[in-house]
């Protein structure tokens, strides 16, 4: 490589990287709690991220406002005043505790490219809208997906009459903080006005790290089946009931957490039991009761059928067999969302065009591309996550290079996008 082209690239390192790293960091200020990072749906922390979003869209050059469910919007502008709209949007709200960039690197990723853009000039056959969505996580309102959910017109009116721990209600929250409720359903985008959704996002798990590689490409938002299982044995003495003529629901639980594993082993699935509960359970006596949640996901949903149908009828079979009763309540049943072949490609071409190889993943974790897959072709591009790759802590990272790296993906993607 030349010395200039050496130049080129460290000059392209310190354009995006440094200031994603940067703008990470500026919104990591402000929390809820002292220590840690959490920013919570309208909390103080919440709008003073929001207003600091809208300033940095303003100063980009964008035409920015935040609208009535709190989403932060700021525009680069076509030419063509009839062009669809590119969306690049995440979110800005936080889990407890959580880390700097889920939600917020897709947000300060896309600011990044279109600070630049404005700054070369760059025209494109389309709007750039970059969305700071107000809340994915449902951390205060149970409510997942609610600032994108409100331009895919997907809103749900029910939320409004949520509240949270304080007894506050979502609409009461929203009006001490400015807005109107009743504005949200007017948020919506037309479906003929959308180009396409893409999105940036940390990885949250270890698949790119463990590849060392820098970005993967998103092939679909898996689908995600849950059970409540609640298995009912027969209580005894631990001392004088003989192995034999037990029904300890705690050993059936055990089996079906096995046979969860097994199965689920197979590529393409991942399956979890997080809860495990023996109420009442003590050390002297033989569990008569043992409750546990089981969560099954997959990217293709035919995959994620036949492993709920072969681990149910396992349960079936692991009931008769030791003399308890399994009771089974589905809790979800949500269809997996393909990203888009066409957006999949573009980023294949991009990465393609640097030399690195191409690396496909499904997101087993939901995101906000989900609540646009009826109204335009997603896409999504993950970022590999730092420290093995541990998300929704304090321990979340990512390096400079590779968020400078997928940045320029996302700006050279958006210079091949045909409308
Ligand atoms: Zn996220």
Known sequence: MTAAGIERKQSSADLYGRRIMELSDYLAQWSETPSGLTCTYLSQAHRAVANAL?????????????????????????KNALAKTVILASHYDTVTNAGKYDGRLGIVSALAVVEQAARAGREFPFHIDVMAFSEEEGVRFGTSYLGSSAIAGRF??????????????????????GFDPDAIAGLAYAKSDIAYYLELHIEQGPVLFESDLP????TAIAGNTRFAVTIEGEAGHAGTVPMPYRHDAAVAAAEIILCVEQRCSRTGLVGTVGRLNVPGGATNVVPGRCELSLDIRSGTDSLRHAAVADILADMKGIAQRRGVKIELDELLNAVAVPCSAKLQDAFAASIERTGLPVYRLQSGAGHDAVMFDKLTEIGMLFVRCGNGGVSHSPLE???????????RILSDTLGHLTV
């Open 215 to 218: 970005v993967g490409i998103v």
């Open 156 to 177: 749900d009116p029910e939320f409004l009459g949520r509240r949270d721990a304080k007894g506050v209600s979502m609409s009461e929250a929203l009006r001490e903080s």
């Open 54 to 78: 809208a300033s940095l869209m303003k100063k980009a050059g964008l035409e920015t406002h935040i609208d009535a469910v709190g989403n932060v919007i700021g525009r680069y502008k076509s």
């Open 397 to 407: 990272t990512i390096t400079a290079a590779d968020a400078d790296f997928a940045a």
